[in-house]
């Protein structure tokens, strides 16, 4: 099983509501939100706010990645925003275990994301308390970057690691995932998808579409 999740630091903010009422009407299966503090990544992006906003306007789960030093201290700002799961950098914090046991304990699915140098040895010590792992395919803090090719192996070293727990951890990948990388990355074993300009908010189609036309890369 697949699922697709448009980002929407690619929206046209200015067309938001629409734009989400088209995604909805497309069946995609969540909203994927970076939340950039401009310090662990050189960039400033979305906020409390704005979850609030999309939280009103659609029923679908909201997957919060918080790319931002110490987000142990933003956990419950944004569960209380309406996050339905809430990813955190490996890196951005000293307290990773007990994070992620903070955001299950709010009934919210855990997420670790992982910046496409990290090495997945940490995993072993935190698998019994993560739902997800965000899987970078580009550095993180913009869009239009190009798929780092060393990933696909990465996404195949992670599913196997996965099977050998027994546990069910979606992966989720995150960086130019389009019609030329969703292919290997889903015979690599990745579940979800963060759809970008590179499949959903561009001049390709309209987003109905593009979010159609995507789903046939899995048929």
Known sequence: MYKLGPS?????????ESQISELDKAGVDFYHIDIMDGNFVPNF??????????????DKPLDIHLMVNKP???IELFADCGADMI???EEATAHLQSSLTKIKSLGIRAGVAINPATSLDFLKYVYNVTDYVVLMTVNPGFAGQKFIPAMYDKIAELHAFIQS???EIAIQVDGNIGAGT???CREAGASMYVLGTSAVFN?????????ANTRKLFN
């Open 182 to 184: 969703i292919p290997k």
């Open 165 to 167: 727990t027994g546990m």
């Open 72 to 74: 142990e201290n933003y």
């Open 87 to 89: 990813s955190i950098h």
């Open 203 to 211: 001049d390709a189609g309209s987003i109905q579409d593009n979010v």
């Open 45 to 58: 992006t979305l906020g409390p706010d704005f979850v609030r906003t999309v939280r009103k306007l659609t």
């Open 8 to 16: 929407l630091m690619c929206a046209d903010l200015g067309n938001l």
